[in-house]
């Protein structure tokens, strides 16, 4: 095929850049909806069924809205919310903020809908419209993200039909610069890794820009929120869920700290703070026998929760919150 020598004269990429000039270009900061865990782009909050993701995302809006602590202990920049409550009705959703807020004034930012077209019939354009309503809006939420995603043409496969239906949404929240939040739900099959359990093809994560799921924890937290995305820092955080108002809350220190069993917690914060410690010296600073230690720290070495040098030295790995 002889080559256009007209088209050549065109430019193939107008967008791209040079690393130079890449480099010296100053962009302004993200944006977050929550410093941390919530950043401007679509973050998928999976889990799930009951383990309490409408509870979170509901008060993770009231809370944006309103200027409170989100989690009960970030600090937030406060504005406008959308809160799209797809499963629910409005007395529902009454009753539910009325046992959340108590005696607090509710935040006249927080809207609330029951129903939204899907995206591909108008649903994005009505998103849109509100946020041009509200141009210093913080957060959107969909609860849940299978009512408006829609139907995808029959030929196309499920990969490209699941990232297709979560770039809908990301196109609006790229646009507008806001945090746009998809509940969703999670296999019922366990996997060690988090984002092997989102429900739906790897199309579903790979299109959001962060991943959140919610799990229950099996000791001392409620729950564990992973969090994982490209403006987003990997990490853990463990939560505890008061029943009597519906509030998650996070707690202090590494996830790990709070879902182990006692003896194994205490290792890990003697030896987050005594990194190189053998089993004698963590028995006697821990107060546990001597025995139970030698035969704990050699399972969670097995568990990869520690880990053990040539001379029977223990440390904390890094993803647990160690030093070494």
Request: charged letters at 25%.
């Amino acid at each position: 095929m002889t080559p256009n020598l007209a088209a050549a004269e065109v430019d193939p990429f107008p967008d791209a850049w040079t690393a130079d000039k890449l480099m010296a270009t100053e962009f302004p900061d993200p944006k977050w909806a929550v410093p941390g865990v919530l950043c401007e782009g679509v973050s998928l909050l999976a889990g799930p069924p009951k383990v309490g993701k409408s509870w979170m995302s509901l008060g993770l809006g009231l809370s944006i809205a309103s200027g409170a602590r989100a989690l009960g202990s970030i600090d937030i920049d406060p504005g406008p919310v959308l809160y799209l409550a797809l499963e629910d009705t409005a007395r529902r959703l009454k009753t539910r903020m009325g046992k959340m807020l108590g005696d607090t004034p509710a935040p006249a930012a927080l809207t609330l809908a029951t129903t939204c077209p899907p995206l591909p019939q108008g649903g994005d354009t009505a998103i849109a419209r509100w946020l041009d309503r509200n141009p210093k809006a913080r957060l959107v939420v969909i609860d849940v993200f299978a009512k408006v995603r829609g139907a995808e043409p029959g030929n196309m496969q499920q990969y490209d039909a699941d990232y297709l239906a979560v770039g809908r949404a990301k196109r609006v929240a790229d646009h507008y610069g806001i945090a746009v939040v998809l509940v969703h739900h999670v296999r019922k099959a366990a996997s060690e890794d988090f984002l092997t359990t989102v429900s739906g093809t790897n199309g579903i994560a790979g299109a959001a820009d962060a991943v959140l799921v919610l799990e229950r924890a099996r000791n001392n937290a409620d729950g564990v929120l992973h969090v994982t995305g490209r403006d987003v820092e990997e990490a853990d955080y463990a939560l505890a869920f008061n029943p009597s108002n519906g509030a998650w809350s996070m707690l202090d220190g590494p996830a790990i700290d709070h879902t182990l069993g006692d003896t194994r917690s205490a290792i890990l914060r003697y030896l987050r703070e005594n990194p190189g410690k053998q089993p004698k010296e963590i028995a006697a600073a821990v107060d546990a026998a001597y025995d139970t230690v030698r035969r704990t720290c050699a399972r969670m070495c097995e568990a990869d929760q520690l880990t053990r040098d040539a001379t029977g030295r223990y440390f904390v790995p890094l993803a647990a919150g160690g030093t070494r």
